[in-house]
């Protein structure tokens, strides 16, 4: 397994979503869950992720076990104080076992989400904040096998934050049209709860002020071929003006998956964002 992480981790980091804006010291959201909150005018977000995950196969799919290392590498740029672009690269590497058979491994970056996120509601008050914001935009496809559905697929969703001092807490709802055929033309709903809080804080003269927050989280996937997933995600983060690391995992709840898809046994999250 050792292994197999270092093989994962030479392709690279991973995923970006969202960082804060205004604050001195960034709200960091969940390692999975997107926020309500967008970069400043001409502000510039950077998060890379690492995320390594094991499956295997259900009581409908085939015998085989296999792992996956996705460095989704997203870009944030604040064209507006509530008006933001975001475009993820995923990197992918993925190996699969059979109980009888050859070993099948595979690098390529698959299909690119690219976002608009307006905010269209906020609420400020002394001590507090409530905002949220509609996203949409489209997954263009790379037509990099096996990788790619190699369809443009529409993305539309919502995204809502409430922040208080020392704990805040997001969720959104994401839906994705599947306009490929085959195992690629399901579409997908998700939807994601975090919650998090200030177990630390401090401040330095190398980086300012610094707390370090613990995350829980809610993540559900479901397919139109009625595949389901539900994982609990706890994690931790050390969120510093323009830095934040990351590290937590996700362990599944419920899963029903069609085969011939497998499901996740669990997945690590390690993560650096970068605000610009």
């Not at 890379?48 to 085939?62: D, E, F, I, N």
């Not at 397919?223 to 990351?246: A, H, K, M, R, Y």
Request: proline share 6%.
């Amino acid at each position: 397994m050792i292994r197999d992480a270092r093989a994962c981790l030479y392709g690279g980091l991973v995923m970006v979503l969202i960082l804060a804006a205004g604050d001195r010291v960034a709200h960091g959201a969940g390692l999975n869950t997107d926020l309500a909150l967008t970069p400043p005018e001409d502000g510039t977000i950077v998060r890379v992720q690492w995320r390594y995950s094991k499956l295997s196969g259900g009581p409908t799919a085939l015998d085989r076990e296999a792992i996956t290392s996705v460095q989704p590498v997203t870009v944030v740029y604040g064209v507006t104080e509530k008006f933001a672009i975001l475009g993820t690269v995923p990197i992918v590497y993925r190996r699969v076992d059979f109980d009888q058979g050859p070993q099948i491994s595979d690098t390529g970056v698959a299909d690119m989400p690219v976002l608009l996120k307006y905010r269209f509601y906020q609420d400020d008050k002394p001590g507090r904040t409530t905002r949220w914001a509609a996203i949409g935009g489209v997954e263009v496809p790379t037509f990099d096998e096996p990788f790619s559905s190699e369809s443009v697929d529409p993305i539309i969703g919502t995204v809502w934050t409430h922040q208080r001092r020392d704990w805040w807490i997001d969720w959104d709802v994401l839906y994705k049209f599947n306009t490929a055929g085959g195992l690629d033309g399901d579409d997908e709903l998700r939807g994601d709860v975090a919650l998090s809080y200030r177990l630390f804080a401090g401040e330095s003269d190398t980086i300012g002020p610094w707390g370090v927050y613990a995350v829980g989280e809610i993540n559900a996937k479901f397919l139109t071929d009625g595949s389901t997933q539900v994982f609990g995600s706890p994690g931790i983060q050390l969120i510093t003006p323009n830095l934040i690391v990351e590290l937590g995992i996700q362990l599944p709840i419920a899963q029903d998956m069609a085969s011939p898809r497998l499901e996740t046994e669990f997945t690590t999250v390690v993560s650096v964002r970068f605000q610009f």
